[in-house]
């Protein structure tokens, strides 16, 4: 999800040099969130190992995570864009469902 992420804003959009702060400081932090997610996710794929599929699940869960993640911070504002183009919406929620099924399937 980190590297999708950092692929989308930072080298097609260009969007990292909109951060009114340093690039560190946001990279920096952007990792400890996406570490955080990804072990979300993964304490919920092994939290039900009742599911005869597991692999399914996994991929399941991961794909509705990145989806919720994006959800919420849409909801809350956290972009790099105050513009809001539908594009750019299925863009980073693809973005996000995307590293969620990754780290699911994983």
Same mark, same amino acid.
């Given at each position: 999800?980190?590297?999708?992420?950092?692929?989308?804003?930072?080298?097609?959009?260009?969007?990292?040099?909109?951060?009114?702060?340093?690039?560190?400081?946001?990279?920096?932090?952007?990792?400890?969130?996406?570490?955080?997610?990804?072990?979300? *996710? +993964?304490?919920?794929?092994?939290? !039900?190992k009742?599911?005869?599929?597991?692999? %399914? &699940?996994?991929?399941l869960?991961? $794909?509705?995570?990145?989806?919720?993640?994006?959800? *919420? +911070?849409?909801?809350?504002?956290? !972009?790099?864009?105050?513009?809001?183009?539908? %594009? &750019?919406?299925?863009?980073?929620? $693809?973005?996000?469902?995307?590293?969620?099924?990754?780290?699911?399937?994983?």
């Amino acid at each position: 999800m980190f590297f999708l992420s950092y692929l989308w804003h930072a080298q097609i959009l260009n969007d990292f040099l909109k951060i009114p702060y340093p690039i560190d400081v946001f990279l920096f932090i952007s990792t400890i969130v996406y570490l955080g997610i990804g072990l979300l *996710i +993964t304490a919920l794929t092994y939290m !039900s190992k009742k599911i005869k599929n597991s692999f %399914k &699940y996994g991929i399941l869960v991961g $794909g509705i995570m990145g989806i919720s993640i994006y959800a *919420i +911070t849409f909801v809350f504002g956290i !972009s790099f864009s105050a513009v809001i183009d539908l %594009k &750019y919406i299925a863009v980073d929620a $693809g973005e996000q469902a995307v590293g969620g099924l990754i780290c699911g399937w994983v």
